[in-house]
Structures are given as C-alpha cells and as structure tokens.
T-cell receptor
Framework: DTGVSQNPRHKITKRGQNVTFRCDPISEHNRLYWYRQTLGQGPEFLTYFQNEAQLEKSRLLSDRFSAERPKGSFSTLEIQRTEQGDSAMYLC?????????????FGPGTRLTVL | SQQGEEDPQALSIQEGENATMNCSYKTSINNLQWYRQNSGRGLVHLILIRSNEREKHSGRLRVTLDTSKKSSSLLITASRAADTASYFCATDAGNSGGSNYKLTFGKGTLLTVNP
C-alpha cells in the first residue's frame, strides 16, 4: 500500500499523559500536513512541513503540541499533558507541491480519546 | 475557523437519483477541492478545481465554481449506496506563488443514498 499511513489508529489515554502519533506520507511527497477533526466538524489545520522544515503552526497548536519531521520523511505529533479537549481524530496528509495546485492525500487518522 | 460552508447539512436520496451539494466560502481562493469521508475514516480526494476554471468532470462527478459568488457545487449523478458518506469542500487560499499549504474545510454534507 503506497498511501499515507498513521499509527496508532486508536489511542486511549488518561488526562495528563503524553501521547505521540506517527505519520508516514507517500514517499515522494515533499509536503506533510497535520489536521484535527472533531465530531460533526470538518478537519482543522494544525501544522505543515515542507520537507523537514515546519513552516507554519496554527493557533490551535498550543505549547503542549509539538511536531517533527526529522529527515523529511515520516512525521510525529506529540501532545504533552493531554486534556479532555484534545480528544479528536488527528489526520495526516501529504502532497507533492511544485508551485501548482496539488491535492492532499489523507491517512486513515489516529483517534485520540482522553479520559 | 471554517471558511467553507456546505449546504445542505444532510441529504437523503434514493439510489439512481442525482445529488447536489453546495459550498460557499468567504475569501479569494487559488483552488477549491472536494473530499469524501466515510464514517470514522480518512478523507478521499475527489476533485480539484482551480480559480480560473468554471467546471470540471470526473466520472459521475461534476463540480462547478463561481468565483464571483464565492460558491461551488458538487453533483453526483446516478448515485449508488456506496456514495453514502460525508462530503467536504476545502479551499486553498493560495499566495503569489500559487498553491498555499493549508486547506480550510467546511462542516460537510452528510449524504445518504438509500438502496
């Protein structure tokens, strides 16, 4: 399967714990995005990488959130000191952008439940 | 914040009928994309229409874009039960170089196709 993959698919944690999610994009894609989606809403942009550089972080991404893409390939999203409000589906997407409009390809998501 | 707004919020039709979903947005865009999401899963890219295009077709899908009205429509012809899903429009605001890096999604239209 050459699509975007995300692990784990589900994560249940207790409030205050740290969690880390992984995203493996489509191999030749230079852009990688993280979105968050809550029930009944569309995805909301969190952050974006061009190769290994993180170029923008949404105001939704508090200091408890950190994302990396160390070698311009896979990416991790860490949430420290989780809160119940962090419960959501976290979606990763990638695209091959060369200045023209490019579709984003999404992974299946990681569903986080904070108890 | 959500830029796009889909209308209707929910649509129920019989198999074989056509389904039309509308999307309105607020700011100027580089392109507009439609995605499908099956219950609890990741998003699947359907079609991308650039701001200088007025209509695009892909199989049973037809998308129109009216930048003067800041609106788009997605038509699915000869619907099937497998088309049951949530449909989202997403806008790419772009920049002087072309495609921007983030999509702004609406809340989606829940389409139910009854067999």
């Amino acid at each position: 399967d050459t699509g975007v993959s995300q692990n784990p698919r589900h994560k249940i944690t207790k409030r205050g714990q740290n969690v880390t999610f992984r995203c493996d994009p489509i191999s030749e894609h230079n852009r990688l995005y993280w979105y968050r989606q809550t029930l009944g809403q569309g995805p909301e942009f969190l952050t974006y990488f061009q190769n290994e550089a993180q170029l923008e972080k949404s105001r939704l991404l508090s200091d408890r959130f950190s994302a990396e893409r160390p070698k311009g390939s896979f990416s991790t999203l860490e949430i420290q000191r989780t809160e119940q409000g962090d419960s959501a589906m976290y979606l990763c997407a990638s695209s091959l952008a060369r200045g023209l409009a490019a579709p984003q390809f999404f992974g299946p998501g990681t569903r986080l439940t904070v108890l | 914040s959500q830029q796009g707004e889909e209308d209707p919020q929910a649509l129920s039709i019989q198999e074989g009928e056509n389904a039309t979903m509308n999307c309105s947005y607020k700011t100027s865009i580089n392109n507009l994309q439609w995605y499908r999401q099956n219950s609890g899963r990741g998003l699947v890219h359907l079609i991308l229409i650039r701001s200088n295009e007025r209509e695009k077709h892909s199989g049973r899908l037809r998308v129109t874009l009216d930048t003067s009205k800041k609106s788009s429509s997605l038509l699915i012809t000869a619907s099937r039960a497998a088309d049951t899903a949530s449909y989202f429009c997403a806008t790419d605001a772009g920049n002087s170089g072309g495609s921007n890096y983030k999509l702004t999604f609406g809340k989606g239209t829940l389409l139910t196709v009854n067999p």
